[in-house]
Structures are given as structure tokens and as C-alpha cells.
């Protein structure tokens, strides 16, 4: 149930881009590197990567894609598309292709017994409550700081949001900037979690779009719904047959496309 | 209101003058496999594929402003359909072929009321969502990838000795063959009611057209067109296996060539093909470094000229060699929409009137 962790804080970002998954893997990368040159444990140096891919993020944003935008969804795409290519292909040949994991220590296989009598593992548990941790920070961004306001006007109207003012290139980096320190939390549990190498992002990037779809687009909370479903599909799954872990998660991705096709919590249409 | 004379052209004095030349190429062409050598004319047989995929993107992306990231589906359909209809059940090698393309329609047909539900980049994912699925279907499946190693098409040798040439005109046939449909399609009242849909979707739609069916029409075109390059291309590779047919590096591929090229004119995946082709075979020696140097190239080329080589060369010069435009004539011979500025939009208005 918890491999859904993982996929929900990947979720968060709404922006189509093709890149995402492999931001994840990155973040993994450069927790390893950090790691290998402190020798702290990778939980305690995360807000480290946090601000490092935040900076990296806006830098992107402002850099390269603020230049692709009004133009029509498919530049964007392909410049994404593009960096992915990059990015793998760099890590590729720094790292090699060799799977590489980081090691949290003990927290990693000890586990609580709960009052029914259910043994949950510390780190599943840690991961959900980093993943509810980050969607309510998220949140309280989106909804309550003057950032956040300037996210909601851009979205209903960029055109009318910068006449009004708001330096929407900042903005845009800014929310990049977000996405990736979130993405950055993504892929430190990611890299405790399972081994990783560069060429993982695309699958990465398909689990978190499932996850947003599933949980309905737009709705921050349906993340969280999406990545429990997705990781429950998955599960189940990977029960029956290793092989199938991959197939019964988009099955179910296009069964919810077929039955409820705004996702499980989309908001109300007027 | 006075009346002025006037009339509607399509043409141009370039695209009539090559209609003559692009007869003596299509010639040239055919009978190639008489002079040439073999390793020659099997690189010219993966750039006629590479071409067919691109100009087939190009229909979806360039002029029905469907982005879909898992045309790959239908290559690995067609690919498969061949190999188990010609290897597995046992028919004759060109019945396969054919029905390939009939395989990956029914199957584009059957998904596509799923994927059609949503919009822009998200309908883009799930389009390849949707080929992941196929590709682990397959992959899960013990007839078609037994102990899941790359399995040759046998039946392949029925084609008799001089199977090179024969697959160069398959190649030939698909490539050209995507050329010609994208023009004829996009002549017909379908193309007009395509640039509209593509450049104003609630506009076209107030105006009649029925969106839906026209998109979902283009769509099953181009995937059954898909599944027969999808074909070809087994035949020129001899073996299959499900991750490289079912890749989204196919995809890719068609992408860069669209985009490089121009993307919404029919010139631009050929020029494309032609560019991403030369690259790759004097490049990919390198490796993962062909790899970023592509990724930075293409980046830095959509930031500079998003428009695509050809794109530029014909917003600088007007030039047109397979015009698709319709343009209004006022009085003499003087054309009074016929600037350099690629805008169909005002051409679609124009006709209208």
C-alpha cells in the first residue's frame, strides 16, 4: 500500500513535463553524491537537496522554458522531452548504468506493531507522513501566501495576472522551483526505497501521471487518493505475478479513464 | 455591393513546376534497387520509414493539433500483427502486411474513445500509457515473446532472394504513400475542417464542424498507416521483440523529425528525415554523447527557430513546394493573401467567406 509514497508526492506538479521523472532520479544522484562526500544519512540531508534542486528548478524555468511558453503546448513538450534526454544520458555517463541505493540506516527495516495487530514498517510510515506533510505545506503555499495567490491568478489568467502586476517569469520559476523541492523529497525516499538508475525517469514520470489522474487533475488531495489506488493496483498485482506489477497499475489507469474520467476527487465542474 | 473578381488557388507556380519533377523522382526512385548497391539501398529503406513516421506524426501533431506521445503503439502493433499472422498462424506473408494496418485500426479504434477524454498533455501521456500497456501485454504473452528473447520473422525468406528490393519498395510505398495521403487529406473539405479545428476548436465546432469525428477520423488513419510502416519496418529489421517495437525512442524519433524539419508543412518531415538521418549515421559512433548532443541541439533549435528548418526557410521566402493552403486571387493575376507569413488561420477565415 505505502509503494504509493512514493508516487503521490511526484503527483503534485500539474505542469505536463516530460522531464519530471527524470528530476526524480537526479535528486536520487545527487543525495548519493552528497552522501558519499559528508557521510550523513540521506533523511538528515534532504532539505540540503531540497534547496540545491530548488535552485536548479528556477534556474530551468527562467533559463529555458519561460521561453517556450505561449506558444502552444507542444514546444514546451518537446523541450522537456529534450532535457530528459539530456539529463539521462548525462547521468549515464557519470554514473554508469550500475543501480545505485542509498542506505538510511536501521529506520529502513524496522517496523511498529500498531493497535490491531498491524506490523507497518518505520520508513513506509515515514514516507506517508512526509507525503501528508508535504501536500498540506503545499497547500498552505497554494492557499495562504501572497506566492500562492499569484499561482491561482496566473492559472485562471496569465494574460490578466501580469497586468495586474505579478512578474509572471518569476513566478513560473518560483513554482518550478517547488515542484522540484518537492520532486527533491521524492527522491530520497525513492533512492532508500529501491535501487535506481538513469534510465528509470520515464517510468517514474508515468506512475505520477497516473497518480494525477487517477486522484482527479487538479485537486491536491486526489494525489494522495490516486498514488493509494495506484500503489494498491500495483500491489496486488506484483501479488500474482512480478510481471504484472507495471500492467494492473495502468489497467486501472484506464479503467478509472473509462468509468471516471475527471479522476476519483475532481472538483465539481459548474 | 460591387462584386470583385476573384478566384481561389491552390497551387503555386513552384508546386506545378515540381509536380513535373517529383514524377521523375517517384520514377527514380522505383527503379533505384537496378543500380544501386544493397547496403545502400537498405539505409535508403530505413530513411523511407523514418520518413513515413514523421510525416504521419506531422498529420496528428502539425495539422489536427493531436499530441500523442504513443504512436510507438502501432508500430509495435503492426510489427506484431505481421509476425504472428505470417509466423504464428500461418498466412501468406503479403496477406500479413495488409492486414496489419487493418490490425492496428481496430485497435486504435478501440482505445480511442478511452484516450479521447482528455485533453492537450495529458492526452499525450496517456496515449503512451496506453502503448506501455500494450507493451507489457505482449511482453506477459509466452506465444508472442517466448522466453522472451528477440524472435527472427521466419516466414520472411518466402519473400524469395531479392527481398532487399522488394522491402525497399515496401519502404517506398509507406513513404511516399504518408506524403500523398497528407496532401490528398489535407485538400479535402477534411483538411479544411482540420485547420480549423486545430487553430480554434470552440470556432470550428460553432461553425458545423463535427470535431470529434474528424479528429477521431485522422487518428484511425494515421494509426492504421502506422501499423503498415510498422510492417515495413519488421521486415527491414528481420527480428522483433517487444521493448524496442513498443519504445517511446520511436516516438521520439518522429518527434525530432517533425519538429527539426517544420512541423505543419509536408516538406518539413522529409527535410527532417533527411537531417535526423545523416546525424544518426555519422554520429551515433558516440553514444551517450550523440544522445545529449541531440537533446541540446534540439533544444537550442525550438528556442531559436521553433518553427523548424523547413518552417523558416518558408516564412522567409514564401516558397511552397506541396501547397496545402488555399489563397484568394482578387482581380488580375494579384494575390492579395499571398505574403510570407505562414498563417492558415486567416486562410481558413478566408475561404469561408
Known sequence: MFAAGLALVFGVMKIINLVHGDFIILSAYLTLVLVEMTSI??????????????????????????????????????????????????LLEVFTADTQGLDAGAIELSSVTLPLGVTVGWFPLLTFAFAVVVLGALQIVIGKTGLGRSFRAISDDNEMASLMGIRTRHVFGMAMAIALMVTAVGGVILGIRTQFDPAMGPTRLIYAFETVVIGGIGSLWGTLVGGIVLGIAQGVGAFFDPSWR????????????????????????? | MTTVEHRVELGTRTSRALGVVSALLIGVLVLLPFVVERSFLVSLTELMILIALGQLWNLLAGYSGIFSFGQQAYVGIGAYATFALADLVGLNIWLAIALSGVVALVIAYSTAFLIFRLEGGYFAVATWVVAETFRLLVKNNDRLNPGGTPQPLRTLASLGPDRFQIIYWLAVAVGLGSVILTLVFLRSRWGLALSAIRDDEE??????????????????LVAAMTGLTGSVYLLNNVSIDPDSYFSIGLTAQMVVVVVVGGLGTVEGPIVGALIYFLLDENLSVLGTWWFITLGVLLIVLLLVAPRGVWGTIQARTGLRLFPTQRRLIVGE???????PTDDIRSEAEWTRE
Open chain 1, 41 to 90: 544519512s540521506p533523511l538528515l540531508l534532504t532539505p540540503l537537496v531540497m534547496v540545491l534542486m530548488g535552485f536548479f528548478g528556477y534556474l530551468i524555468q527562467r533559463g529555458i522554458l519561460n521561453f517556450t511558453l505561449g506558444s502552444g503546448i507542444l514546444i514546451p513538450l518537446v523541450v522537456t522531452f529534450a532535457m530528459s534526454l539530456v539529463i539521462q544520458n548525462v
Open chain 2, 203 to 220: 470556432t470550428a465546432a460553432a461553425s458545423g464542424i463535427d470535431v470529434h469525428r474528424v479528429k477521431m477520423r485522422v487518428y484511425l
Open chain 1, 246 to 270: 507495471e500492467l494492473a497499475g495502468n489497467l486501472v489507469f484506464l479503467a478509472v479513464l473509462a468509468w471516471r474520467p475527471r479522476g476519483l476527487l475532481a472538483r465539481r465542474q459548474t
Open chain 2, 333 to 339: 493575376n494579384r494575390s492579395v493573401h499571398d505574403g
